[in-house]
């Protein structure tokens, strides 16, 4: 079950990226490291926690 989820995960935002790489403008090297040190990082820290969280909340329930 976690390993469909992890592939899930990882097709949607492959998915995801093609179509925002394909439709935004593109960006230059050094605006997409300051985009990623800006915002791209923060947002990812916050997956980890929510998906740590959702782990660990079914995880307790399923046992």
């Known amino acids: 079950m ?5 592939v899930l995960k990882a097709c949607v935002f492959c998915a995801l990226g093609i ?4 439709t935004l403008a593109r960006y230059r090297f050094d605006q997409l ?4 040190w800006k915002y791209f990082f ?15 909340f079914f995880d307790f329930f399923l046992i």
Not at 19 to 22: E, T
Not at 33 to 36: G, I, P
């Open 19 to 22: 179509l925002l790489r394909g």
């Open 42 to 56: 923060f947002i990812w820290l916050g997956f980890c926690i929510l998906n740590i969280s959702f782990i660990s």
């Open 2 to 6: 976690v390993f469909l989820s992890l």
């Open 33 to 36: 490291l300051q985009l990623s």
